[in-house]
């Protein structure tokens, strides 16, 4: 076969491949980005944690980027890896009784991005006949009116039956329900231009058929809805009168404009008519004023790879003028657009560690200012376990060098990452599939020794499922799994050495044996 012909059938087949799968799952296919065990790689993870109503973990939230999906554990942490690296991919939260929420994240290779995500609780569902249309009402006044004969399926044909419908508002100033936005607070204006956005209050609506078919509006019909406004924006959205009305594009992933509502003083909210139904938000584009700054530690590094969230009342952003979204080498941010003539807070963090919350302000709009260090001890490498059902407890366990000898992280002694010894468990789970996550923010010259410890349930760690993926940013990701052939009575999975050296800096030593003794084994100690 000629080469040119090869090209030509490599091409047809990454062709049919791309209108089946599309670009991201393509990658995957024409390109594995999964490594052999301990080997590195550039693909990426993205990790973070949900929780709830009042700020409470939540567990079981289903977590899906295309075909990828894994599960909150019981404190909220979910894990998902061999992700191709890129922008503005599409991370998808679900959890029945709760709104569907989605976010975006920028995937680094070889690296991972953390995400702080609020589901709310569904405020009002029930049930009514598409014949007769139906008027929904939440305690804190959102309103929905449906008119009759006014549904269509998902291949838009008419609908006649019973229609399930969910309705739920957000309070865009209290912080929890502010992580509930999906997207970020960004979108696309009917002129076409870019903005960043400051809400007055969201709601989202779902309407589906007894299978759990998504429904809509038909073509033609519109829906009225009543969006509430807190009571510390009400004098804010009096003196507008009006505000544009926007739309949550699941597929792209960004706000739109479309149409616009009054204000109504009585009610205390923006009323508004919509043509289809996801999630729906009244949003002013706001003046702005810029920060710049820097990141370091608590030793005066600069911190390479962190985010810098700012936020106010209504709206929260965290990428900077020229797209970028997290710190370089040299620790710097630069121009994050923020509210003017108002309060800024802001923070840095990073793999689910963040500074202290700061305030800056009242702002001149368009001037740009620089804010000065931002103090955050973050991991500076990170061992994520995920595992199956069974068992249902897998512990992490990382011993190591410290001012006073050794360490040992584990279920029973978290560590710190901000003083000694410098590492900490981050999640502990107990109730099966992880994530546990093991964090080191410095390293002391000397080895460190990474395992796995079967604690309790049935099944052994072979057949666990167990996966261990070891971020070093400076190096990539290395994933490890159990080897065959478990001596039985062994319950302790001894997986990799870090030997750090001031001069060759860190070396990573698979190790992959089995043997047996509990939390305090020599076993654990290189």
């Not at 599960?71 to 939260?93: C, I, K, M, R, Y």
């Not at 509430?228 to 739309?247: D, F, H, T």
């Not at 820097?294 to 985010?307: F, L």
């Not at 793999?351 to 700061?358: D, I, Q, R, T, V």
Request: aromatic share 10%; glycine share 12%; proline share 6%.
């Amino acid at each position: 076969m000629s080469w040119r012909r090869t090209v030509a059938l490599v091409a047809l087949a990454a062709a049919v491949l791309l209108a089946a799968a599309g670009c991201a799952e393509l990658l995957e296919i024409l390109f594995p980005t999964t490594p052999p065990d301990g080997g590195t790689s550039s693909y990426g993870v993205v990790m973070g944690t949900v929780v709830g109503a009042g700020g409470a973990d939540l567990g079981g939230v289903s977590v899906s980027v295309g075909s990828r999906t894994t599960t909150s554990n019981d404190q909220g942490w979910f894990s998902l890896s061999e992700l191709a690296p890129g922008s503005n991919l599409s991370v998808v939260f679900r959890k029945s009784g709760y709104a569907t929420t989605h976010r975006r994240a920028t995937v680094p290779a070889g690296g991972s991005t953390f995400l702080e995500v609020a589901m709310t609780p569904v405020e009002a569902s029930g049930t009514f006949d598409a014949a007769s249309g139906a008027l929904a009402t939440t305690a804190d006044g959102a309103v929905v009116t449906i008119p009759a004969n006014a549904i269509v399926t998902g291949t838009g044909a008419p609908y006649n039956g019973p229609v399930s419908m969910t309705l739920t508002s957000f309070d865009p100033t209290d912080e929890s329900e502010m992580l509930s936005f999906p997207g970020e607070y960004v979108g696309v204006s009917a002129a076409g231009t870019t903005v960043p956005i400051k809400s007055f209050g969201f709601i989202d609506v779902t309407l589906a058929d007894p299978s759990g078919q998504p429904l809509q509006l038909a073509p033609g019909q519109t829906s009225t809805i009543t969006v509430p406004v807190p009571l510390s924006m009400r004098a804010e959205a009096e003196a507008l009168g009006s505000c544009p009305l926007w739309y949550f594009d699941v597929g792209s992933g960004v706000w739109r404009e479309e149409g616009q509502g009054t204000y109504n003083a009585t009610q205390g909210a923006f009323v508004g008519t919509v043509s289809h139904f996801t999630t729906w938000n009244f949003d002013v584009s706001y003046p702005r004023a810029f920060i710049s700054g820097r990141v370091i530690d608590s030793t005066g590094n600069p911190v390479e790879g962190a985010e810098i969230r700012c936020w106010g009342r209504g709206w929260t952003y965290a990428r900077w003028d020229s797209g970028e979204t997290r710190t370089g080498a040299d620790g710097r941010f630069h121009r994050i657009p923020v509210e003017c003539t108002v309060i800024v807070n802001y923070r840095a963090q990073k793999g689910g560690h963040k500074s202290a919350n700061l305030t800056t302000g009242p702002l001149e709009c368009n001037m740009e200012y620089d804010v000065g260090d931002i103090f955050l001890d973050s991991p500076a490498m990170q061992a994520i376990l995920t595992w199956g059902a069974d068992p249902s407890d897998l512990d992490s366990h990382l011993v190591g060098p410290s001012q006073s000898g050794t360490f040992h992280v584990y279920y029973s002694s978290q560590g710190s990452l901000s003083a000694e010894p410098y590492a900490n468990l981050d999640t502990d789970d107990v109730t099966g599939y992880g994530p546990e996550v093991v964090s080191i923010s410095r390293t002391r010259a000397g080895t460190y020794r990474y395992s796995v410890r079967h604690f309790s349930g049935s099944g052994t760690i072979e057949n666990s499922g167990a996966r261990i993926e070891l971020i070093i940013p400076t190096q990539g990701i290395r994933r490890f799994t159990p080897p065959a052939g478990q001596p039985s009575g062994t319950d302790i999975w001894r997986v990799f050495d870090l030997v750090i050296d001031a001069v060759s800096g860190i070396s990573v030593q698979p190790i992959g044996d089995y043997v047996t003794g509990g939390d305090a084994s020599p076993e654990l100690w290189p």
